[in-house]
């Protein structure tokens, strides 16, 4: 299936810390939608960066679907300033990029999505910044503190071969959260989906794309 063709934006957005680099992706052909997708990438200090082969697959898929997608490094991580925040900076720059979000964008719907470590940054970041849509790829929940699901509906994607975070665990903890959560297992799909990301991003639009359909159309564009 032929991708959407995409325009890219470098942007430099205020963190707690001081600049956080970040990029802008946005359809250019077929229907925008009023909506703009945060993506949270994984780990720092494992080598985690907007670059990410899932966290871009996260935003091309939700481009694919009409909304703009802004990802972005946090602290320490590329030309971002500052340095690693053990979880609790990476939370702040994850709200300070939303609350930019909702000030050039206002009247777009804010969606927030996150990859493993960024997954567990996206769920936090839900409770306390009003979002439509929550999305996390192999959130590492065992190893971070989330007080409860987001309160919007939310979309879980593990796979079952995942050498670093136990599928079982997730399968566990979503069972136990409350809200519109959907848990779409994959198997034979590890970590990284090898090999596996256009069955993620058919997954991605498949779960998505009612909701995105449902938002009222856009432009594209800062303001």
Known sequence: MQRARTTLQQLTLSGPSGALEALLEEPVEGTTRAGLVVVCH?????????????????????????????????????ASAGSYGSGVGELQDALAVLDWAAQARPRSTLWLAGFSFGGCIALQASLQRPVQQVVAVAPAVERCAIDGPPRCPWLVVQGLEDELVDSRAVR????????????????????????????LRTVLENALGAAARALPEGKSGIA
């Not at 780990?43 to 802004?70: E, F």
């Not at 566990?172 to 090999?195: M, P």
């Open 42 to 78: 994984p780990h720092p200090l494992h080598g985690g960066t907007m670059q990410n082969k899932v966290a871009h697959t996260l935003a091309r898929s939700l481009c694919g679907l009409g909304l703009s997608a802004l990802r972005f490094n946090f602290r320490g991580v590329g």
């Open 172 to 199: 566990a903890w979503t069972s136990k959260q409350d809200g519109a959560v959907e848990l779409v297992e994959l198997a034979g799909v590890d970590h990284f989906f090898h090999g596996r990301l256009n069955e």
